[in-house]
């Protein structure tokens, strides 16, 4: 059974900096895509940005040139760094994999920009 194991929320000033990891449990062999999604409070789950195994990232409009997604297929690792955060980033940040057909979640992390 995959586990996702997500780390690094924390409270942000505006304009300031974090960064997320997540860490799958096992080995992923083959194809897959690891990402991230986030819900703020009131509404729906959202793409924030996701990455296949060979390195191509696709990002959100909303966060293009400001978050940058990458992984470590050595580690299972997914990062998302997030700079020059706003307070509308604030949310929940779930980790998610998609492998061999099936998809995989985190429990998430919070992220709160404010200052």
């Known amino acids: 059974q995959v586990q996702l194991v997500e780390s690094g929320g924390d409270l942000v000033q505006p304009g300031g900096s974090l960064r997320l990891s997540c860490a799958a449990s096992?080995?992923?062999?083959?194809?897959?895509?690891m990402g991230w999604y986030r819900q703020a409070p009131g509404k729906q789950r959202e793409l924030v940005a996701t990455i296949s195994n060979s390195g191509a990232p696709n990002y959100a409009d909303s966060v293009k040139g400001r978050l940058t997604i990458s992984r470590d297929n050595s580690k299972n690792t997914v990062y998302l760094q997030m700079n020059s955060v706003k307070p509308e980033d604030t949310a929940v940040y779930y980790c998610?994999?998609?492998?061999?057909?099936?998809?995989?979640w985190g429990q998430g992390t919070q992220v709160t920009v404010s200052s």
């Open positions: 096992g080995s992923i062999v083959g194809i897959s895509v």
């Open positions: 998610y994999l998609y492998w061999r057909w099936r998809e995989y």
